[in-house]
């Protein structure tokens, strides 16, 4: 089996109830739809940190460090200018332009990162080809478990979200 399965409820209190039950059988849950936050449900979802801050903070820092060695590299070894009995390492005017690059090489990395992890750009999702899924900004609540490998499972699956009270159940392409 490929994709997954979207099961539609129409109380948070079953969703919540499918989730855990879903979970207790083994099956992963990968998201939930829902018309307004429901912190509850996040332990369920197994959501987990986000790999854009190291990105960013690796990115920024090495860019820096990179913009410092070069312009270290130019002023002491390369072309060292005696100027007026000053150090060749005048670090003090060296520290504006690995701030401003390093900022830069963040910013740009966060947004690659986030491109990268989400997605995006994607024009179409095959969950919006599902019947009722808009009214998942207005009162109805959609879990998204991800499919099984075998059609024993997915019976099984299905027959799980029947009994917590799903409304439908339909599945995702990938």
Request: hydrophobic fraction near 45%; proline fraction near 8%; avoid cysteine.
């Amino acid at each position: 089996m490929s994709g997954s399965y979207l099961a539609e409820f129409d109380t948070p209190d079953t969703l919540v109830s499918a989730a855990d039950r879903v979970g207790q059988d083994g099956f992963d849950v990968l998201d939930a739809l829902t018309p307004f936050p429901m912190p509850e449900l996040s332990d369920r979802l197994g959501a987990t940190a986000s790999p854009i801050r190291v990105t960013m903070a690796a990115a920024g820092f090495g860019m820096a460090a990179l913009a410092y060695a070069m312009q270290y590299y130019s002023a002491v070894i390369a072309y060292p200018i005696n100027s007026g009995g000053r150090p060749l390492d005048s670090w003090p005017v060296f520290l504006l332009v690995p701030f401003e690059v390093g900022v830069l090489a963040a910013a740009i990395a966060g947004f690659a990162t986030f491109m990268g992890r989400s997605g995006l750009p994607r024009l179409h999702h095959p969950v919006f080809a599902l019947p009722n899924i808009e009214r998942a900004s207005q009162d109805r609540f959609f879990l998204v478990v991800d499919g099984p490998a075998s059609e024993a499972d997915a019976q099984r699956l299905r027959r799980t979200l029947a009994e917590e009270g799903a409304l439908s159940v339909g599945e995702v392409g990938p």
